[in-house]
């Protein structure tokens, strides 16, 4: 591991440039994010809080981000789902290292529409679609070996039917509630931005770094 202290200096965040919808803004620093990244997904941390209390964190791939909420897709009986019936407050974590930005979104979650979660479902190629069905996620398995055989006796059972989703897979919506902006800049005197739903509008704050 590196110890060099390295400066941020790729860019800055000036309160008069700011868009005064977070969701816009997040929009136009994914859209950078995309352009210099070489990643095809988006991956993000999505935190819940487990049954003891802790947070609870893990990447999942953002799926859409359409104006009303932030969508991934999981398996509803995985721990997140568990967690996230008993308490749907959570949060979502980006690191772009590229641009140095950092996005926090802390929000409410809910299922999304079935029609949508059908809709995904069939984008996904067949090996998944049969993965959904056979792995019970979060759960203890035997060995890979078992996993593997399942998944094979999946697809072969199918055949060359059309794989359906199974209820207990489909898509999360975090619906925002409160969004910080992050962007690094030199001597550690970073910009930082506070955006907190006010009724239908944001109020604004610059943070210390
Ligand atoms: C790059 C990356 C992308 C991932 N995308 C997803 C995803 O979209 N949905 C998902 O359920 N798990 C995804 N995972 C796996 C999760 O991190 C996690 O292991 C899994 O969802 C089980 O989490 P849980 O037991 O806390 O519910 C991804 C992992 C990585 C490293």
Not at 94 to 100: A, Q, V
Not at 174 to 198: M, V
Request: charged fraction near 25%; charge should be negative; hydrophobic fraction near 35%.
């Amino acid at each position: 591991m590196s110890l060099l202290h390295t400066d941020f200096e790729k860019g800055f965040l000036n309160f008069e440039d700011l868009n005064t919808d977070p969701r816009l803004q997040f929009s136009a620093w994914l859209d950078e994010y995309m352009q210099y990244t070489v990643n095809d997904n988006v991956a993000t941390t999505f935190s819940s809080i487990d049954q003891e209390g802790f947070p609870s964190s893990r990447i999942v791939y953002l799926r859409d981000y359409p104006s009303n909420g932030f969508v991934f897709f999981t398996n509803y009986k995985s721990n997140k789902g568990i967690e996230v019936w008993r308490n749907n407050k959570a949060s979502l974590l980006f690191y772009w290292p590229e641009l140095e930005r950092q996005v926090r979104i802390w929000g409410y979650v809910e299922k999304v529409d079935e029609k949508l979660s059908d809709e995904y479902f069939k984008t996904r190629p067949r090996g998944s679609q049969a993965g959904a069905w056979i792995s019970a996620q979060s759960q203890e398995i035997k060995d890979r070996e078992s996993l593997e055989q399942e998944h094979a006796s999946f697809l072969k059972s199918a055949g060359s039917e059309q794989i359906a989703r199974p209820d207990f897979w489909g898509g999360f919506r975090l619906i925002p509630c409160k969004f910080e902006f992050w962007q690094g800049r030199a001597n550690r005197l970073h910009d930082r931005f506070l955006y907190l739903k006010n009724g239908t509008d944001w109020d604004i704050k610059r943070l210390a770094p």
